[in-house]
């Protein structure tokens, strides 16, 4: 079954920019990418999504190569109120369509 | 505020009673999903609706699950005869279903509680 694979956790500071690259060995051509982020007891909000090369919107930046087999979510300066679940989703479109989350990154930011 | 609409935010209930959680989706929006999430995992899929046909639903849903989308809009999720390991944060997400670029809109989720 195909699914994306992404770090467990992660530590990072006030001020430091942070990457977290995703796997998605199984994408398929017609795939777009989409990272979500979730804070304790509220739903997954849509960040930023792409299907090649670079995007950008006021709040991350998301990169994926050529082969589009991973894709890296970039958090500029962040901030203590960066720290929460990110979750990588590829839609596998030729299995349905529908969202499967894996079990997300989570990224603590200390002061 | 537009945004997708769960109620109730908490649900405290006993083992074996029925339960019914509402969501109401952003009013465009033609694709409805229902999701289940427990502490320090990422959100299972459960169900989902284009319009007010359920296009699937997960195989490891038990038949005390139902959901409904009777006219297109708002959904139900009921839970019946109850159990402990129901206990969960139920979450709606909608979308216009544009097909891979899909993205998904969730509400504040519905926290059940079995006892």
């Known amino acids: 079954l195909a699914k994306t694979t992404q770090p467990i956790s992660m530590d990072s500071y006030e001020g430091q920019e942070v990457n977290i690259t995703c796997s998605h060995n199984?994408?398929?051509?017609?795939?777009?990418i989409t990272w979500y982020q979730q804070f304790p007891s509220q739903g997954p909000r849509f960040i930023i999504q792409g299907y090649k090369t670079k995007v950008t919107n006021e709040v991350a930046s998301l990169f994926i190569p050529a082969d589009r087999k991973s894709s890296t979510l970039s958090l500029p300066r962040v901030s203590l109120s960066d720290t929460a679940v990110y979750y990588c989703?590829?839609?596998?479109?030729?299995?349905?369509?529908?969202?499967?989350f894996g079990q997300g990154t989570e990224l603590s930011v200390k002061p | 505020d537009t945004g997708v609409s769960q109620d109730p935010r908490h649900k405290i209930t006993k083992r074996g009673q029925n339960v019914t959680f509402r969501c109401d989706p952003i009013s465009e929006h033609n694709r409805l999903y229902w999701y289940r999430q427990t502490l320090g995992q990422g959100p299972e899929f459960l169900t989902y609706?284009?319009?007010?046909?359920?296009?699937?639903k997960s195989r490891l849903l038990s038949d005390r699950f139902s959901a409904e989308r009777p006219k297109g809009s708002f959904s139900t999720l009921e839970i019946q005869r109850t159990e402990q390991g129901d206990s969960a944060m139920y979450l709606c997400?909608?979308?216009?279903?544009?097909?891979?670029?899909?993205?998904?809109?969730f509400g504040s989720g519905t926290q059940l509680s079995v006892l």
């Open positions: 997400a909608s979308s216009l279903g544009q097909g891979a670029n899909e993205k998904l809109f």
């Open positions: 989703l590829v839609a596998f479109y030729n299995q349905g369509g529908k969202l499967i």
């Open positions: 609706f284009q319009n007010e046909a359920q296009l699937e």
């Open positions: 199984n994408i398929a051509t017609n795939d777009y």
